[in-house]
T-cell receptor
Framework: AQSVTQLDSHVSVSEGTPVLLRCNYSSSYSPSLFWYVQHPNKGLQLLLKYTSAATLVKGINGFEAEFKKSETSFHLTKPSAHMSDAAEYFC???????????FGSGTRLQVQP | EPEVTQTPSHQVTQMGQEVILRCVPISNHLYFYWYRQILGQKVEFLVSFYNNEISEKSEIFDDQFSVERPDGSNFTLKIRSTKLEDSAMYFCASILGRLAKEETQYFGPGTRLLVL
C-alpha cells in the first residue's frame, strides 16, 4: 500500500521569500512522485514529477523538488514566492504512471504582499 | 496544447436521480481515470479504464457507479441513484499509456456535483 503525508495543511509566506511545502511518502515499490497544483475553481495542473531519474526535479514556474529515499521525502521548494503561487498543492505517489494516484491531503499556500 | 475536457462544469441533482458525467480525454491517450474530491477532503481514486474495460477500481466504486466509452472520444461516469454523500468534484484524467513509469496523468477541470 502507498500513502502520502503532507506535513502542513496551511503555509503562509511573504511575496519574495522562499517556499517550502513538505511531503513524506510510503510505498512498497520504487515510486513515481508528483506535485500538482490546484488554483481556486480550476483543475489539477502538474508542477513536476520524479520517476527514478535525477533526484532533483525542476518543474514549472520556478518550483523544484528533491527526492530523498533515505528520508522518504519529496519536499517542494521555490526560492521566491509570487502572489500567483497562492493555491492548493498536492503531493501524489504512484507505483507506476498507469496505476491509481494516491493524493496527500493538500497544503494551502498563502502569499502575503 | 491538448487538454482533457469535462462537461458539465456544475450539476445539481435530486437524491436518487441518475447522473452522467462526461469527459473527453486527450485524443491519442489510452488509459482513462475518474477521481473525486469531497469538499475539504483528499482527492480519491475511483476507477481506471483501458481497452474498454475497468483495469483498477477502489472500494468507493461500488455497483452504483459505472463507466463507459460509448464512442471514440467520450468517457463517462454514471451514478445510478445519487446519494447526498456523492456530492463532490469529479475529475477525469488520461495518459498516453505507452511508457508505464514515466507517464503523467493529465486532469480535466472537474465537474462539481451537488446532490440535494
Amino acid at each position: 500500500a502507498q500513502s502520502v503525508t503532507q506535513l502542513d495543511s496551511h503555509v503562509s509566506v511573504s511575496e519574495g521569500t522562499p517556499v517550502l511545502l513538505r511531503c513524506n511518502y510510503s510505498s512498497s515499490y520504487s515510486p513515481s512522485l508528483f506535485w500538482y497544483v490546484q488554483h481556486p475553481n480550476k483543475g489539477l495542473q502538474l508542477l513536476l514529477k520524479y520517476t527514478s531519474a535525477a533526484t532533483l526535479v525542476k518543474g514549472i514556474n520556478g518550483f523544484e523538488a528533491e527526492f530523498k529515499k533515505s528520508e522518504t521525502s519529496f519536499h517542494l521548494t521555490k526560492p521566491s514566492a509570487h502572489m500567483s503561487d497562492a493555491a492548493e498543492y498536492f503531493c501524489v505517489v504512484s507505483d507506476t504512471g498507469r496505476r491509481a494516484l494516491t493524493f496527500g491531503s493538500g497544503t494551502r499556500l498563502q502569499v502575503q504582499p | 496544447e491538448p487538454e482533457v475536457t469535462q462537461t458539465p462544469s456544475h450539476q445539481v441533482t435530486q437524491m436518487g436521480q441518475e447522473v452522467i458525467l462526461r469527459c473527453v480525454p486527450i485524443s491519442n491517450h489510452l488509459y482513462f481515470y475518474w477521481y473525486r474530491q469531497i469538499l475539504g477532503q483528499k482527492v480519491e481514486f475511483l476507477v481506471s479504464f483501458y481497452n474498454n474495460e475497468i483495469s483498477e477500481k477502489s472500494e468507493i466504486f461500488d455497483d452504483q457507479f459505472s463507466v463507459e466509452r460509448p464512442d471514440g472520444s467520450n468517457f463517462t461516469l454514471k451514478i445510478r441513484s445519487t446519494k447526498l454523500e456523492d456530492s463532490a468534484m469529479y475529475f477525469c484524467a488520461s495518459i498516453l499509456g505507452r511508457l508505464a513509469k514515466e507517464e503523467t496523468q493529465y486532469f480535466g477541470p472537474g465537474t462539481r456535483l451537488l446532490v440535494l
